[in-house]
Structure formats: structure tokens, C-alpha cells
């Protein structure tokens, strides 16, 4: 079957990166001309920590959308050692707070604040789960003597299954998952665990981190795994599952601080997140199944309306820009200087 045009209801991004000042600036309009609304990470510097910071956060986005955009950023806090359940429920009173994001202190970009132990979110995961209120877990063990390679997987055995056992009726949403392991997991726990996939996991082994050469762009957390793991993604987003939904974790840095003796984790995909998405489902003739994915599981999973807009997506060759300037510097989008077959129409 050889699908040109696939017209959806518009999607929405259940886990983005959109940092702040300039940055912000530069790369919020990309987000905002394909969905309608995002799950927006806390990990700034300093962190989104309180509903306070989320308010004020959020008047900064809204302040940056191009004129005329509709978008809802729908905002997370950071969890961490102090984190009280007081602060919790004043989060969910506030309706702009949709979310908890924890980081294990240590795991990745910006998480220097992150949980130090479980065991000190337990009052604050039974506020969660009497309210409803869904844990956004970025799921690797920060263990230094677990293999890169294995740290979601062992963070599974270690904490996700004792977590769920202890919180039955939790809300999870299992981040940006990456292995077999989790897609096992996710596909036989009850209906409370949910996970997003990212475009860069549904198209890229971790050969791509080794093309020729070390190459920064192909590097984020969790970090790209074999191709077996890549298929079983792929099987996961296009099985009409609603377990499995749209979080592109587009996490943009500066071309310096990736390309670096110690690069910073984080791809940014957000300039074509819908574009990658339908070549990753066209690739295996899943096409068809990208509206579930894309635009109602996850809506359906935080208990918001589907969104009632539509957009068009085009068999059309195009090529991404090599570059996209952020003040002086710039961001190395993914497919950079690549052409691609989708294409977003209008
Ligand atoms: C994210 C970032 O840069 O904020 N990086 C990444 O590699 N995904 C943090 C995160 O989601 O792990
Ligand atoms: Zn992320």
C-alpha cells in the first residue's frame, strides 16, 4: 500500500525539551507548528521545582510563541529530596501543573537535583496516586559499574517493579523508553504504566553514534541501543498499543556544547518530529497507526480531551537545514543537511 497523504487529528508531545531565554525563543516555534499541546521538562537550570516556578515558566513560553500559534504547554515539576506532598497537591489544584518528572540524581542532562532514593518520594508518590497524578520516570540506574547499555534495563529489575508493587495504582509514564526490556514490561503491567518513544529510537541503532567517526549529534539519554531493541520500538509504536505513545524528548544544546571533549546528551528533533515520526512508521507500512500514536493515546492516558484540529502529511522529498541559529551560536538538527520523505503540508 502506497499511502501519499495521511491526514490526523493533531498531535500532541508528551515529553519536550524547550529549556529557556534564547533558546527558547529559537526553537519553541517548531514545537508549536505541529502540536497542540507538550508535556514541558523541568530541567532547567535551576529547576522547575515548585508550581510557582511552573507559572512562571509557562508566562515565559506563552510570551515566546509567534503571534497568532495556538499551544499549551502543559508543565511538569521536578522531583526531589525535598519535594513535599503539600507542594504536590498545590500542583495539581493549580491546572497548569500536569505532571511530576523524576530524575535519579546523576542520570542525565541537568539532573544534579534529581532523587537521591526512592524511599524519600514514598508520601509524595501516594499523594500522586490518590490524586492521579502521572510519575514521568527517566528510567536508567545511575550505578557507574552498570554498562550504558544496560542502565534502563537494570533500572526495571531495581526500582520500576518495587515502585509499582509499592504504588499499585500509580500513574508511570516509563520516559523515552529505549530496549526490548521495557517494551516487555510496559506491554504486560496494568494499565497505569504507559511509555513514550522518541523518533531517534525508533530510527537509529547505536551503530549511528559510530558512523566513520564519534559522532556527537547521535548522542542522548538513554543512549541509542542495538538494533534489536530499535525493532521492538518500532513494533511497540505501531501496534496500536495506547500504552505506547508520541514524546519526542527533543532536547536541544548548543553545537559547542555537543561537540566537546565532554558532549552534552540530547538530540534535537523538534524541527521535523512529525516528519521522522512518518518515515519511522512508513517504514514498515504502519502508517495508518500513526494517529493512535501520535494524537490520541497519550491525551486518552492523562485524561484530556483528543484534540478536535487535524493536520496533513505529505510524501513530498525535502531537505533539513544543516543548521539552526540560536544567538551566536546554533543547533545541529537531526537529518541535518539529509533529505527526508515526509513533509508536513502548508
Ligand atoms: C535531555 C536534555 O538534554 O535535557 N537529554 C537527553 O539526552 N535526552 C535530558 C533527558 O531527557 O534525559
Ligand atoms: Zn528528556
Known amino acids: ?15 519536550v525539551h524547550l529549556r529557556d531565554g534564547e533558546m527558547l525563543a529559537a526553537v519553541l516555534p517548531d514545537t508549536a507548528r505541529q502540536f497542540a499541546r507538550a508535556i514541558v521538562m523541568p530541567n532547567l537550570k535551576p529547576p522547575v521545582r515548585t508550581t510557582d516556578d511552573a507559572r512562571a515558566y509557562r508566562t515565559r ?8 500559534s495556538v499551544f499549551e504547554p502543559l508543565m511538569t515539576l521536578y522531583l526531589t529530596d525535598q519535594t513535599t506532598s503539600t507542594e504536590i497537591r498545590a500542583a495539581h489544584a493549580s491546572g497548569v501543573v500536569y505532571a511530576v ?40 540506574v545511575t550505578d557507574p559499574t552498570v554498562d550504558i547499555f544496560d542502565r534502563e534495563a537494570v533500572f526495571i529489575e531495581r526500582h520500576l517493579i518495587p515502585l509499582m508493587r509499592d ?38 541503532n547505536r551503530n549511528a553514534l559510530f558512523q566513520g567517526g564519534i559522532r556527537p549529534h547521535y548522542y542522548c539519554l538513554p543512549i541509542l541501543k542495538r538494533e ?51 518515515e519511522a512508521f512508513d517504514s514498515v507500512d504502519a ?42 551560536d546554533k543547533i545541529i538538527p537531526m537529518c541535518a543537511g539529509e533529505t527526508i520523505a515526509w513533509k508536513i503540508q502548508g
Open 1 to 15: 500500500m502506497n499511502i501519499n497523504t495521511l491526514t490526523l487529528t493533531r498531535p500532541d508531545d508528551w515529553h
Open 61 to 68: 513560553i506563552l510570551a515566546a510563541l509567534p503571534a497568532g
Open 101 to 140: 518528572k523524576y530524575y535519579p540524581a546523576g542520570a542525565t542532562t541537568h539532573s544534579e537535583l534529581g532523587l537521591t532514593d526512592l524511599a524519600h518520594a514514598y508520601p509524595v508518590f501516594s499523594v500522586m496516586q490518590e490524586l492521579g497524578m502521572p510519575l514521568l520516570i527517566h528510567g536508567e
Open 167 to 204: 504504588f499499585p495504582a500509580l500513574k508511570i509514564v516509563l520516559e523515552h523508553i529505549t530496549t526490548q526490556q521495557a517494551v516487555d514490561c510496559v506491554r504486560h503491567a496494568p494499565k497505569n504504566l504507559a511509555a513514550t518513544i522518541t523518533p531517534h529510537h525508533l530510527l537509529y
Open 228 to 278: 534489536r531493541h530499535r525493532l521492538a520500538l518500532l513494533a511497540a509504536a505501531t501496534s496500536g498499543n495506547p500504552k505506547f505513545f508520541l514524546g519526542t524528548d527533543s532536547a536541544p544544546h548548543r553545537q559547542h556544547d555537543k561537540q566537546s571533549t565532554c558532549g552534552c546528551a540530547g538530540m534535537y528533533s523538534a524541527h521535523a518530529a512529525m516528519e521522522l515520526y512518518a
Open 287 to 328: 502508517l495508518p497507526s500513526l494517529e493512535g500514536f501520535a494524537s490520541h493515546f497519550g491525551a486518552d492516558f492523562y485524561g484530556l480531551p483528543r484534540n478536535t484540529a487535524s493536520m496533513t502529511l505529505i510524501r513530498e522529498p525535502h531537505t533539513i537545514p544543516a543548521d539552526i541559529t540560536v544567538g551566536t
